[in-house]
Structures are given as C-alpha cells and as structure tokens.
C-alpha cells in the first residue's frame, strides 16, 4: 500500500483503513472465539502475526510510517473505516469526490450505492488468479492446490466478494516453502506495478468492462482439518521471516 501511494499519490484524495475489530464484526475477543472455534489455536497465530501485532508495532513507533508520509504532506484525509457502506464513510466520499475506488483485499463488500458514490466505480487488488480462490486467505488455499499456481488479479467491484469482471493479471511464481503470510507480501507487491497500468488505461477515459468469468465456489477461512492436511504437505502460514516483517510493519 505504501509503494502504490507513494507511487499515486497526486491522485489519492481519500485512504480508508479498515478497523478489523470493528463491533459489528464482532470485536477483537468475539473474532477471535469465531476462529478458535473453527480453525483452531493455529489460526490465531496467524492472525497476531498479520493483523494485531502489526498494528501493535507501529502503534509503539514515533513518527509516520511510509505511507503517512506518502500522503500527509498533500493532506489526504486517512480514515479508520468501521462501516464502509455507512453514512460517515458516504460522507467522505462524498467530501473527496474520487472518481474511482481502489481496495487492496478488504475486508468488507462495498454495496452498490457506495460504489456509485464514484463515477468509474471501483476496482479490486487480489493475490490469486481469480476466478480461483475467492476469498479472505487466498494464498492458503492456492498453496493447497496439486501444483501451487500464485497470482495477482485487478479486477472490477461488484456487491459479491471477488466476484467483478476481471480487468488484467498475472501469474508470479513463489519459492518453494514461501508462507502464506510471506505470499500475500509478494503477491500484493508484485501487483502495484499491474494495478498502476489498469489506472493508466482507466485515465485515457477508455471504457473497460473487463473479463466476465464464471464466479467459482467462495474459499473461506481454512478449517481444523484443512489446516491439519496444510501441515501434512508442509504448508505454513507463518514463519520467522513473516514475525519480522509484522514487527517492521508501519503506516
């Protein structure tokens, strides 16, 4: 996010980070009871190590990280997004007057009047090869495949989860022993680059519908037994490099 703002931010009139322990979601203690009860106690250590210990870590920096940097010298509005199909996030959107919204794997659906709340709609940055692993840890379940097959996805907003016309691609090949966690990383790097050339084509004032591909089966968060077969294969979700990466983590 920080390497897409620095890179866009002329353009960036409004960033959303979305609050994960938000109490329509249940809150922190309420999501956590949801994933113990279905995925068990290694989940949640996947969990610390990509949402709460980051947050925690730059909580106890001084200083912006990189991507307030990025765009506090412009003065972009940063919000904290606990609904973003709310009146207060409407607000905003109506405030900054986008023409276009653009979410790197959130964590919510935007509804259709949000999304018409922006002239061009929105667009998705997704870290598998959709119409394949839709959903929340993509890169679990494409490291569960046969042959692991890994990629980026750009693809349009529509009110279904990763389910919009599919805008451009790529596959990227992972190291062998490459963490679920350490994937998403990559993947969601190696697409700022392709995300930048759907925006180019986006701005020539084109209109780009995209690929319409059949919407697959939704890949939900990973089962007891899911994980178990997971660890069988020798697929991880977190490693050493994926705690120091959480700990460098900064906005």
């Keep these: 996010m920080a390497e897409f703002a620095a890179a866009e931010r002329e353009r960036i009139v409004l960033l959303g980070l979305s609050n994960p322990y938000r109490r329509a979601a ?7 009871w949801r994933h113990l009860r279905r995925s068990g106690p290694r989940f949640l250590l996947y969990l610390a190590v990509n949402m709460a210990l980051p947050r925690l870590a730059a909580a106890l920096r001084r200083g912006p990280g990189p991507l307030a940097r990025a765009l506090g010298a412009r ?12 009146p207060g996030f409407h ?69 279904r989860i ?4 599919i805008l451009a691609q790529r596959a990227i090949p992972l190291p062998p022993g490459t963490t679920a ?13 392709l995300a930048r050339e759907v925006l180019a084509r986006l701005g020539t004032g084109a209109v780009e519908e995209g690929r319409v ?16 077969e997971a660890r069988r294969r020798g ?17």
């Design 235 to 251: 697929l991880r979700l977190v490693g050493l490099g994926d705690l120091r990466a959480a700990l460098r983590a900064r906005l």
């Design 75 to 86: 003065g972009v509005p940063v919000l904290e997004v606990d609904d973003v199909n709310g």
């Design 91 to 159: 607000a905003a959107l109506r405030a900054a007057r986008p023409d276009l919204i653009v979410t790197f794997h959130f964590d919510a659906i935007l509804s259709a009047e949000t999304l018409a709340l922006a002239p061009m709609g929105g667009i998705n940055i997704h870290p598998s090869l959709l119409p394949r692993h839709r959903g929340p840890v993509p890169t679990f379940w494409a490291g569960m495949e046969s042959v692991p097959s890994h990629g980026v996805t750009v693809h349009r907003l529509a009110p």
């Design 26 to 32: 249940g809150g922190a203690v309420g999501q956590a």
């Design 181 to 193: 966690s350490a994937a998403a990383r990559l993947l969601h790097r190696a697409a700022v680059p």
């Design 213 to 228: 591909v059949e919407v697959l089966p939704y890949c939900p968060f990973p089962s007891r037994a899911a994980l178990h």
């Design 162 to 165: 990763d389910a919009g016309a």
